[in-house]
Structures are given as structure tokens and as C-alpha cells.
T-cell receptor, first 115, second 108 residues
Framework: ETGVTQTPRHLVMGMTNKKSLKCEQHLGHNAMYWYKQSAKKPLELMFVYSLEERVENNSVPSRFSPECPNSSHLFLHLHTLQPEDSALYLC??????????????FGPGTRLTVL | DAKTTQPNSMESNEEEPVHLPCNHSTISGTDYIHWYRQLPSQGPEYVIHGLTSNVNNRMASLAIAEDRKSSTLILHRATLRDAAVYYCLPSRRNKLVFGAGTILRVKS
């Protein structure tokens, strides 16, 4: 595997289910990100991890719980979601925090549907 | 965070140059200007970034206005594979704030 991978690619869940999204980066980066992309809306930054510590939490509801056990893996744990949480969830990584001169590498995303 | 204004959509013919404009009049002196693109059914992909000087790479060129309030992404010869949403992102530290972007359509 190369780059940034995400599993599963598609997920359908009920509002009472608990599921997890997984992201893995094979680039040796030390920062990882979760974004949400809803239909007809810009990408929204959800969480930022740098050196496995959370450095950004953009007012995301507690039903989304991130976990970064090491610099290569990032999880997004989901519980009691709402239908409006249906979206494409994108993971990204960078060497150092992005925004100055470090580019982000994105995964293909997980298409989540909440019934 | 600096606000950006981009055209909603643009159209180009294949093999012709494309100039994608972006207005970022509230940019601060230390914000880099990043461009990303998102092809259909894929995550965004880095294109290019710069601070003050014009920049070139294998994908595109970035022309930055002298006052840094606007920039232009230049695709020298558009191909069908360049059809995507192009995002202009003035950014700092860990902040990459995506706007609506410009939908580029390429006609054969």
C-alpha cells in the first residue's frame, strides 16, 4: 500500500450503531487530519493530530471520537449518529503541520450513510 | 482566516491554457497560498503553493500579485484529466480552510 488508505470505502449504519473509520498513512508523516465533506458544502476540518496529540478540535459533536494510537494510524469512532452526518469523511496526513509549506496528502475517503 | 473568492465554474478546451483566478484580499503577510484540486470521487490533491514569488512545478504555475491580494493558477495545456474542483487556500500553520472552489470543465 502507498499513500493514504481509508477503510471502509463505503459504510451504511443506523442511528444506534457504533462503527469506526480507519485511516493509515504509509508516508512517514507525523500529522494526521479528519475532514468532513457534505453534499454541496466545502470540506470542513474536524480534527488535527500532531505527533499523536490532538491539536485541533473544530467544535465537533461528541458523537465523533478520534483516536491516534501512533503516527501511522488514525481512527474516527462513530456512535448515535444523525442522518445529517451522512457525508464523505476524508483523512489526510502531512510532514509537520500543513498550512505553511507542508502539503497534505488525502485518502480516497469513506462514504458514510446514516439511516 | 483569510477569505477567498473564486468563480463557481470555468470551461476550457483541451490542449489550451487555463487561468484560474482567486481573490484573497484579507490575506496576512505570513499566509502561504495553496492550491488543491479534487477529481471526481477522489480526495483532494495538492497542486502548488507559494508565498510571494511566482512558482512553477510539473503540474502548474502559480502567479501571485505583487500586493498578494490575488493569485492565478495556470494550467499550461488542459487535458480531460484536469477536470476537477480547484481550491485556493490562503493558510497558516495547521489551518487549511477550504472554500467552494472552482469547477473546471474541459471540453474535447
Amino acid at each position: 500500500e502507498t499513500g493514504v488508505t481509508q477503510t471502509p470505502r463505503h459504510l451504511v449504519m443506523g442511528m444506534t450503531n457504533k462503527k469506526s473509520l480507519k485511516c493509515e498513512q504509509h508516508l512517514g508523516h507525523n500529522a494526521m487530519y479528519w475532514y468532513k465533506q457534505s453534499a454541496k458544502k466545502p470540506l470542513e476540518l474536524m480534527f488535527v493530530y500532531s505527533l499523536e496529540e490532538r491539536v485541533e478540535n473544530n467544535s465537533v459533536p461528541s458523537r465523533f471520537s478520534p483516536e491516534c494510537p501512533n503516527s501511522s494510524h488514525l481512527f474516527l469512532h462513530l456512535h448515535t449518529l444523525q442522518p445529517e452526518d451522512s457525508a464523505l469523511y476524508l483523512c489526510a496526513s502531512s510532514q509537520g503541520l500543513a498550512g505553511l509549506y507542508n502539503e497534505q496528502f488525502f485518502g480516497p475517503g469513506t462514504r458514510l450513510t446514516v439511516l | 482566516d483569510a477569505k477567498t473568492t473564486q468563480p463557481n465554474s470555468m470551461e476550457s478546451n483541451e490542449e489550451e491554457p487555463v487561468h484560474l483566478p482567486c481573490n484573497h484580499s484579507t490575506i496576512s503577510g505570513t499566509d502561504y497560498i495553496h492550491w488543491y484540486r479534487q477529481l471526481p470521487s477522489q480526495g483532494p490533491e495538492y497542486v502548488i503553493h507559494g508565498l510571494t514569488s511566482n512558482v512553477n512545478n510539473r503540474m502548474a504555475s502559480l502567479a501571485i500579485a505583487e500586493d498578494r491580494k490575488s493569485s492565478t493558477l495556470i494550467l499550461h495545456r488542459a487535458t480531460l484529466r484536469d477536470a476537477a474542483v480547484y481550491y485556493c487556500l490562503p493558510s497558516r500553520r495547521n489551518k487549511l480552510v477550504f472554500g467552494a472552489g472552482t469547477i473546471l470543465r474541459v471540453k474535447s
